[in-house]
Every structure is written in C-alpha cells, then in structure tokens.
C-alpha cells in the first residue's frame, strides 16, 4: 500500500449506532481518522478517542526515517508531557492521517510541525499492520536520504539527534527507544542499506 483510498460518496462515522451508542458522537476531540483495510481503502471514519480506545478498527499512521549517506538516522526524543511513551526515543518524524489526508501529505504535515522540516522528497520504504492492546495501526514507513535543514521542532519533540546503526543496535530491548520504533526498525535498517 502507498497510499489511501477515499470513497467518492459519503464515509460512516463510527462506532456505528447500536445498543450502547444509539446514534450518538463519542465525546473527544474533533481530529477525525480514517478508518481502512489493511489495503489503505477506508471504509469509515471516527475520533482518535474512539481509534484509541479499544476500538479495533484499523486507522494509518506515517513514519519518517531520515538517514544520512553514512547510515546514521535522525531520532527525535518524544516531550516528556506526550501521552505515550513520554521521553523515549522515536523515528524521525510521524503521526496520525487524519480523515481526508493522504499519506503523502501526512507525512509532508508532520514533518513541518515536528522537525520545522520541508522541501523534502519521502521516499516510500513499506507498510506493515502495528497492533497493540489497544489499537490497531496501518504504518506507512518514508525515509528521505541526507541531511536537510531543520526548522524548529515542534512542542512533541523534546530533542533531536543523529544515532549511528552500532548505537540503535546497542540500545535495542533497553526501554530506550518507544515499542513502535524497536518493531519497526530490523525492516526500516533492511530498507534503508539498500538505499544509502
């Protein structure tokens, strides 16, 4: 899958009405996600309360891995005031597309709120289904080879820095790095050597 697929009539809101929710919205936010097969076509789209609150349904997230022509990778540290996995390392930039978004533009998103980055091209690295006690995820992997120019980071990130392959490897099972990137990455290092 490289991208999404939006129906062209309207999408459901989920969760659908039924005994426990007759027809009314689930409280929270109003980011709105896309609901989709493990294909990227969605079918639906509901709360990121709703996405994370057991729910699932499958929803896309992006990944950006930015890595240098020697094999080091851009990590960026998670703000210690984030819901999850508060201060652990991560993949360079990411997040949730939000409903009427492509991966593409998720990513290109993402990239500016968080690393103040832009004028980029993503390349297309794979997807892979991510699921958790909670969730279910459809991650859309990117790399983009080099060093560009950072912006300032966004108020997620705590700090950025440049991790050569031998120091992720050592840190790997440590608490270290977030449960996302540690599953992710033996795919993301096979990946990116064939493109360094």
């Known amino acids: 899958m490289i991208d999404l697929y939006y129906p062209t009539d309207n999408v459901p809101l989920f969760p659908r009405p039924s005994v426990d929710h007759p027809g009314k919205a689930v409280p929270g936010s109003a980011e709105m996600l896309p609901l989709v097969t493990p294909d990227g076509v969605v079918f639906g789209r509901a709360s990121r309360e709703w996405c994370h609150g057991g729910s699932r349904e499958l ?11 020697e094999g080091n990778v851009l990590l960026q540290k998670r703000a210690s005031w984030k819901e999850t996995y508060p201060g652990a390392w991560d993949m360079s930039a990411g997040g949730h597309v939000t409903f009427g978004e492509s991966a593409l533009e998720t990513v290109y998103r993402e990239a500016e ?84």
């Not at 929803?59 to 022509?69: K, Q, S, Y």
């Not at 080099?146 to 990130?157: F, I, K, T, Y």
Request: glycine letters at 8%.
């Open 113 to 196: 709120e968080e690393l103040g980055l832009v004028g980029f091209t993503p390349l297309y690295l794979f997807s892979r289904l991510d699921e958790r006690e909670t969730e279910r995820e459809l991650s859309v992997a990117y790399a983009v080879i080099g060093r560009p120019a950072l912006g300032n980071w966004g108020s997620e990130v705590e700090q950025c820095r440049w991790w050569s392959i031998p120091e992720i490897e050592a840190q790997m099972g440590k608490g270290v790095f977030t449960p996302v990137f540690e599953a992710e990455w033996p795919l993301v290092k096979e990946k990116l050597a064939s493109l360094l």
């Open 59 to 69: 929803h896309p997230v992006v990944h950006l891995f930015i890595a240098d022509r």
